[in-house]
């Protein structure tokens, strides 16, 4: 034992000697690396923390681990108590539940972003844009994720006022164009009002020649659905609309366009209507009309005072791949081509690709805004089609516009002499409200003669409360919109709380604040446009009725 007892001191005395080498050779170096590393923390930090986004990283317990200066004064919190902390504690539960299914994502080794809008009473809606970067060890472990959080809020604010400014410049190019279009308008009006009061006058000379009258009488009410239609045609183009789609007729759609510029349009330039198909689109009306108009009215300007000839045709086309615009992406097809042509100057290639820019315009001040071209262009590709332009000095210019086609969806069929007969054969009461007398007595005489028994009421008040005391007595209501004291939408709310499966129909010339989306909301069944022709009245009704009974 004695023997070996100096040879394990020499041992020991080895490695502490040996220990002692290493900790004066290694230990500066680890004390300088570790020095160097927490360096390195603290420029990484102050990068972070001066970074206008809300950074942070969490482990795999959903623990923050790390988040920048940012982060802790968006939560009003000190550093120490978020480190630690939960996800769930920091945000609290209504944040945490919407953004768990991207916590899981991130902890299951994806990345990615996504946006998210957060109310607040004090500021409002609050919008951020959440990038998200998944970390996993050499082994494929995931150890937790970065996060970095945008406040989004302005660059949203500022598109949706973007949206508002496109709306706004778009209505006051719709304005301009009914300006333009207002000495025709007149011009048509004052026409159809003459009519009507020459036919009315020769009715009465022959009032004791029934067919004759008769026949004038037919003439006054054509021209007073001719000046129903006009009206229709000025409102749905110059009204603030949501943008619907829907099956349409190009074909109708045109017409009415060229039957209304026509009188506008001055007499040394001739109109031509090659109009080859009536296929479908789909479309928002209102918008399609402003096209047609923009495009017809900019032709008949270019050519001015000189005069020429406008031609607007229409046709289908089948266009392939390698005929469509390869920077819009579209689908080949079937497609209407809308072509609108004049004999004007043509366009400098110069100005050739400016045209479709908002405010470019080749016109003196005062004579446009430049929107025409631009609002154009924005409805089409709108509707996933596209524009060509053909232009050569001297000769004229040519529109094309595609737009996809579709099958026709619009079923017309005329009202049979069984229906007619059946219309004339019911018996069900009436409750009719206007404050105009003359529409009071055409309407309760054309429905009495139907066999329907109606009850006419000049004010929404004492309808009510007529209804109020008798309100199983009626199986119908017709209003009036804009009435004194009480309008139209206030009745109808006020009879559907006394009988909800009451059927009402609601009559307006025209309402900003009161749409057919709002009336269908509010329960009433039918919303009509006046003039209201005795002749569709009667089959709305039964229509109405009809339903109520199965």
């Not at 469509?324 to 004999?343: A, F, I, Q, S």
């Given at each position: 034992?004695?023997?070996?007892?100096?040879?394990?001191?020499?041992?020991?005395?080895?490695?502490?000697?040996s220990?002692?080498?290493?900790?004066?050779?290694y230990?500066?170096?680890?004390?300088?690396?570790?020095e160097?590393?927490?360096?390195?923390e603290?420029?990484l930090?102050?990068?972070?923390?001066?970074?206008?986004?809300l950074i942070?990283?969490?482990?795999?317990?959903?623990?923050?681990?790390?988040?920048?200066?940012?982060?802790?004064?968006s939560?009003?919190?000190?550093?120490?108590h978020?480190?630690?902390?939960?996800?769930e504690?920091?945000?609290?539960?209504?944040?945490?539940?919407?953004?768990?299914?991207?916590?899981?994502?991130?902890l299951?080794?994806?990345?990615?972003?996504?946006?998210?809008?957060?109310?607040?009473k004090?500021?409002?809606?609050?919008?951020?844009?959440?990038?998200?970067?998944?970390?996993?060890?050499?082994?494929?472990?995931?150890?937790?994720?970065?996060?970095?959080?945008?406040?989004?809020?302005?660059?949203?604010?500022?598109e949706?006022e973007?949206?508002?400014?496109?709306?706004?410049?778009?209505?006051a190019?719709k304005?301009?164009?009914?300006?333009?279009?207002s000495?025709?308008?007149a011009?048509?009006?004052?026409n159809i009002?003459?009519?009507?009061?020459?036919y009315s006058q020769?009715a009465?000379?022959?009032?004791?020649d029934?067919?004759?009258?008769?026949e004038y009488?037919?003439?006054?009410?054509?021209?007073?659905?001719?000046?129903?239609?006009?009206?229709?045609?000025?409102?749905?183009?110059?009204?603030q609309?949501?943008?619907s789609?829907?099956?349409?007729?190009f074909?109708?759609?045109?017409?009415?366009?060229?039957?209304?510029?026509?009188?506008?349009?001055?007499?040394?330039?001739?109109?031509?209507?090659?109009?080859?198909?009536r296929?479908?689109?789909?479309?928002?009306?209102?918008?399609?009309?402003?096209?047609?108009?923009?495009?017809?009215?900019?032709?008949y300007?270019?050519?001015?005072d000189?005069?020429g000839l406008?031609?607007v045709?229409?046709?289908?086309v089948?266009?392939?791949?390698?005929?469509?615009?390869?920077?819009?992406?579209?689908?080949?097809?079937?497609?209407?081509?809308?072509?609108?042509?004049?004999?004007?100057?043509?366009?400098?290639?110069?100005i050739k690709?400016?045209i479709?820019?908002p405010?470019?315009?080749?016109?003196?001040?005062?004579?446009?805004?430049?929107?025409?071209?631009?609002v154009?262009?924005?409805?089409v590709k709108?509707?996933?089609?596209?524009?060509k332009?053909?232009?050569?000095?001297?000769v004229?210019?040519t529109?094309?516009?595609?737009?996809?086609?579709?099958e026709?969806?619009?079923?017309?069929?005329?009202?049979?002499?069984?229906?007619?007969?059946?219309?004339?054969?019911?018996t069900?009461?009436i409750?009719?409200?206007?404050?105009?007398?003359?529409?009071?007595e055409?309407?309760?005489?054309?429905?009495?003669?139907?066999?329907?028994?109606v009850?006419?009421?000049?004010n929404?008040?004492?309808?009510?409360?007529?209804?109020?005391?008798?309100?199983?007595?009626?199986d119908?209501?017709?209003?009036?919109?804009?009435?004194p004291?009480?309008?139209g939408d206030?009745?109808?709310?006020?009879v559907?709380?006394?009988?909800?499966?009451?059927?009402?129909?609601?009559?307006?010339?025209?309402?900003?604040?009161?749409?057919?989306?709002?009336?269908?909301?509010?329960?009433?069944?039918?919303?009509?446009?006046?003039?209201?022709?005795?002749k569709?009245?009667?089959?709305?009704?039964r229509?109405?009725?009809?339903?109520?009974?199965?």
């Amino acid at each position: 034992m004695n023997k070996t007892t100096p040879h394990k001191s020499a041992r020991e005395k080895f490695l502490a000697l040996s220990l002692e080498s290493s900790r004066k050779s290694y230990y500066p170096q680890l004390k300088k690396h570790l020095e160097k590393t927490k360096e390195n923390e603290k420029r990484l930090q102050l990068l972070i923390d001066n970074l206008p986004a809300l950074i942070s990283y969490v482990n795999s317990e959903e623990r923050y681990v790390l988040v920048n200066r940012a982060f802790v004064e968006s939560f009003d919190l000190k550093h120490d108590h978020i480190i630690g902390k939960r996800m769930e504690t920091i945000l609290g539960k209504k944040i945490y539940n919407k953004v768990n299914s991207y916590i899981g994502k991130a902890l299951s080794g994806k990345s990615g972003h996504f946006e998210l809008s957060i109310a607040t009473k004090k500021k409002g809606t609050k919008w951020y844009e959440i990038n998200y970067v998944s970390e996993t060890n050499p082994q494929g472990i995931v150890n937790g994720f970065y996060s970095l959080i945008i406040d989004s809020t302005e660059k949203k604010q500022a598109e949706e006022e973007k949206t508002k400014l496109k709306d706004r410049l778009r209505q006051a190019q719709k304005m301009e164009a009914i300006g333009t279009l207002s000495g025709g308008i007149a011009h048509d009006f004052n026409n159809i009002l003459s009519g009507i009061f020459g036919y009315s006058q020769l009715a009465d000379i022959h009032i004791n020649d029934p067919e004759r009258a008769r026949e004038y009488i037919s003439k006054i009410v054509g021209g007073a659905q001719r000046a129903s239609s006009l009206i229709q045609q000025i409102l749905a183009f110059s009204r603030q609309t949501k943008y619907s789609k829907q099956p349409l007729s190009f074909f109708i759609l045109t017409k009415e366009v060229l039957r209304l510029i026509r009188s506008t349009i001055p007499s040394n330039i001739a109109i031509k209507e090659v109009l080859n198909t009536r296929a479908m689109i789909l479309a928002d009306s209102t918008q399609i009309h402003q096209v047609i108009m923009n495009l017809c009215t900019n032709a008949y300007h270019a050519m001015g005072d000189d005069g020429g000839l406008l031609t607007v045709g229409l046709d289908e086309v089948l266009l392939t791949t390698n005929q469509m615009p390869r920077e819009l992406n579209l689908v080949p097809g079937k497609y209407l081509k809308l072509e609108v042509c004049d004999t004007g100057p043509g366009i400098d290639h110069q100005i050739k690709e400016k045209i479709f820019d908002p405010y470019f315009t080749t016109k003196s001040i005062g004579k446009g805004t430049g929107l025409g071209l631009a609002v154009v262009d924005g409805i089409v590709k709108k509707h996933n089609g596209f524009i060509k332009l053909k232009t050569k000095l001297g000769v004229g210019t040519t529109f094309q516009i595609y737009l996809p086609a579709i099958e026709d969806e619009l079923a017309c069929a005329d009202v049979s002499k069984k229906e007619e007969e059946e219309l004339s054969t019911k018996t069900e009461k009436i409750m009719l409200v206007d404050d105009e007398p003359a529409i009071l007595e055409t309407l309760k005489a054309i429905l009495s003669r139907q066999g329907y028994e109606v009850s006419t009421f000049n004010n929404g008040e004492s309808a009510l409360q007529v209804f109020a005391d008798n309100s199983t007595e009626f199986d119908l209501i017709i209003t009036d919109m804009t009435m004194p004291q009480m309008t139209g939408d206030k009745l109808s709310r006020e009879v559907l709380k006394i009988r909800e499966e009451i059927p009402i129909i609601i009559c307006t010339g025209y309402h900003e604040n009161f749409s057919e989306e709002e009336a269908i909301r509010a329960g009433i069944k039918k919303y009509l446009q006046k003039p209201v022709i005795g002749k569709e009245l009667p089959k709305i009704i039964r229509d109405l009725l009809n339903t109520k009974q199965h």
